[in-house]
Structures are given as C-alpha cells and as structure tokens.
DNA sequence: TTGACGTATTCCGATATGGGCATACGATGG
DNA sequence: CCATCGTATGCCCATATCGGAATACGTCAA
C-alpha cells in the first residue's frame, strides 16, 4: 500500500503546501482558477487539480459564474483538525520540561541519527 | 516530482492515521515501540517506522532506558499547525451563510462531479 | 454554427509512500 | 564472549503522488 489517498481527508489536503496557499487566498473571497494559478506562481492545470481535492476533501465549493467558476473556502473541514491538534495543547508548554530530563539523558545516552 | 517527503514536516506527518494514533496515545506518557505496536494493532517494523517520521520531524523524541527506547511526546512541533488552521476558525462559522448562497446557485448552475 | 475564452482532464515520468518480511544492530545479562 | 531481547533497517511490491504538456470540454458571443 501507498498513502492513503490524499483525497481521503482534510489532513491529507492540506498536508501540500500549495494547497494550504490556495486555502490562505481563499480566505480573501471567491476567485476563478487562473487568478489563483497565477497569483501563486502556478500552472492552471496545476491549480485546478489541487482544487479538485480541495473540492473532493470539502474545504472548497464551485459556483459556475457564466464562462468562469468562483472557487470559494468551506473552512468547516478545517474544524475537527484545529480540535483534534488542539488536544495537545497542554503538551507543547509541558514539553520544555520534558525537555531538559531528556537533555541530562542525553548526555549517558548518546542518541545516534 | 512525487509528493514532498513525509519526512519533511510536520503538516505530513500527522497526515497519516496511524502517526496520530501514536502522538495521541503518547499523550500519556513515554512508552517502547513493542507497547506502542500492540496497542495500535500494527506490526513491530511498522511502527519503528512511523516513529521514525515522526521523529525526523521533531514530533517525538526518544530516550534510550537500557536494553528498550522510550518514545516520548514533544508537541511543540504542533503548535504551528494550530495556528495556521486557527487562521480559519472565522470562517468555519460563517461557511453556513456562504453555503446557503451556494445552494440557491446550485439551483440554477448544476454543479457536476 | 463557429470561434474564443476559461477551465478540467488525460497521459507521462520521476519519485515517495506504507506494509510485509527477513535480518542487522545494540545493549544487557549470564 | 555469547545468547537473548528489543528495536531499527533493508528490500520488494503495489500504489499514489505532483508536475508538465497537450488536449478535451463547456459556455458565451457574434
């Protein structure tokens, strides 16, 4: 097996930076494809297909505007992640201290890599 | 080019579900990878491997205590996450009132796919 | 209808993935 | 020093990825 199909979850969308771009863009209001390729540096093909799994994860709806089609953000998706990363917020304090019982390890240890 | 390396962030490596399984169930303190394997249902080679992205991205550490290795938590690396998808907490609310414009376009447009 | 524009899809290649299996490695205890 | 336990690596496979180029598609205007 690979990995699981990036067009399985919102994890796996914006787990590419390009489409964490799109995603930031968005936020702005509707846009047509080529304005984001080309605002981001991108192809059009290439902005279309990452807005296709943006598409087919939840995190972006299509309106065709006439000859045009109007990207726009559905940021709802984004919600179980920001909880689901938030349950560790208790750790990254703690993890300073954590931090120097590991260091003093470190010093009898010797961590290879 | 193939898709960035896992290894290469944090936003990769939690896109994967069994890594997050792991983070989530070392919430509770250090553990050996055997433990971590069984736990999870996954095999001992697997999981050394997942622990290792998630090293190579800061996410754990590792401790050597005699003959074992004591994985730990070290969240910090989470916390840019959450604040990127933060970004968004605004518009998860809102996507109602944006959806319902959508619905009413949808009427008319036909979306296909 | 035909043309033009905006966009989606297809096909390709190079690369990376995750899982299974066998095995190499490292540290400890005898 | 050697056997053993706990763990990491290497190798192989099937599959998925992203990017580029060419092209098919859909909608509108004349």
């Known amino acids: 097996m690979a990995r699981a199909a990036t ?3 919102a994890f796996n969308a914006i787990a ?8 930031a ?9 080529t304005d984001l390729a080309q605002e981001l540096g991108m192809s059009q093909p290439g ?5 296709r ?12 505007a006439g000859k045009q089609r109007l990207y726009g953000l559905d940021a ?9 990363v938030g349950g560790f917020e208790q750790f990254w304090n703690e993890s300073f201290d954590r931090l120097d019982t590991y260091v003093q390890d470190l010093k009898q240890t010797r961590q290879e890599e």
Chains 1, 2 share one sequence.
């Open 7 to 9: 067009t399985s979850d």
């Open 16 to 23: 590419e930076p390009q489409r964490r771009d799109i995603l």
């Open 25 to 33: 863009l968005l936020r702005s209001g509707e846009r047509p494809v």
């Open 47 to 51: 902005a279309s297909k990452h807005l």
């Open 53 to 64: 799994v943006l598409r087919e994860v939840g995190l972006v709806r299509v309106r065709g």
């Open 76 to 84: 709802r998706g984004l919600r179980p992640i920001h909880e689901w």
